[in-house]
């Protein structure tokens, strides 16, 4: 985002509105950080200025830095995946994609939130702590997946690594004994991780809708927590065979 100078009154009512505190004064004028802001659009899409001296940076669907709006901007959609926000479904629709089969376990890590946000370095941190545990295969209809250099080590590619976005989120899918693995590697590198995250594990339901057992038993095993959520989408159709 932007302030046009010749435009801005300086009654600062744009600066309370940005999640990363990005919009300051400048003289008796506000002006953007650019380095701070993660293109959100929240300070345009409220429509508060009263004189219309915010609009998008020229810049904001450039390569590398349109990372930021796809990330940060539930209103854009994702170019990688055609989906709207962070460009990702986790496990949304899965009793009809069937892209987690009954034998296995989804893994979400929701890395940054509004306010706080989180560097793209912290994504390589997870993706390479994953790698090394034996872990190299982010779910292709997940946008991190397309931003992986080296797949063996779970490195980003470069130009990536100084953006940063509001929230990120890496999806993977394991066969269920493989879990305790992925828990315990995700627990060590949360120590090196500069955001809050959130760890979602998910399968498929028993026969009669209650949680598998065993994916509880390896969640508290782990030291984990865990609380119940169901995201179930009836009438859209027959999961996949």
Request: aromatic residues 4%; negative net charge.
């Amino acid at each position: 985002m932007l302030i046009r100078e010749e435009l801005c009154v300086g009654c600062g009512q744009c600066q309370p509105y940005c999640p990363t505190a990005a919009i300051g004064f400048q003289g008796m004028k506000s002006v953007v950080d650019q380095d701070v802001c993660y293109e959100c659009g929240t300070c345009l899409r409220v429509g508060i200025c009263p004189v219309d001296a915010l609009a998008e940076h020229p810049m904001v669907y450039e390569y590398p830095r349109a990372l930021r709006k796809f990330f940060s901007d539930p209103s854009a959609t994702h170019k990688a995946t055609g989906i709207q926000g962070r460009g990702t479904e986790e496990s949304k629709t899965n009793d009809v994609t069937g892209r987690v089969k009954p034998h296995e376990a989804g893994i979400a890590i929701e890395v940054g939130r509004p306010t706080l946000g989180m560097g793209l370095h912290d994504i390589q941190k997870i993706s390479q702590a994953l790698a090394r545990a034996g872990i190299n295969e982010i779910e292709e209809c997940n946008p991190i997946h397309s931003m992986i250099a080296d797949e063996a080590t779970g490195t980003l590619k470069e130009e990536l690594l100084g953006e940063r976005v509001l929230s990120a989120i890496i999806e993977i899918s394991v066969p269920k004994e493989r879990v305790p693995v992925v828990l315990q590697t995700i627990k060590e590198v949360a120590k090196e991780v500069d955001s809050v995250f959130m760890l979602d594990v998910f399968s498929t339901l028993g026969p009669n809708l209650e949680i598998q057992p065993d994916i509880l038993e390896m969640i508290t095993d782990a030291g984990f927590n865990w609380r119940p959520n169901a995201k179930i989408n009836m009438g859209l159709g027959r999961a996949w065979e």
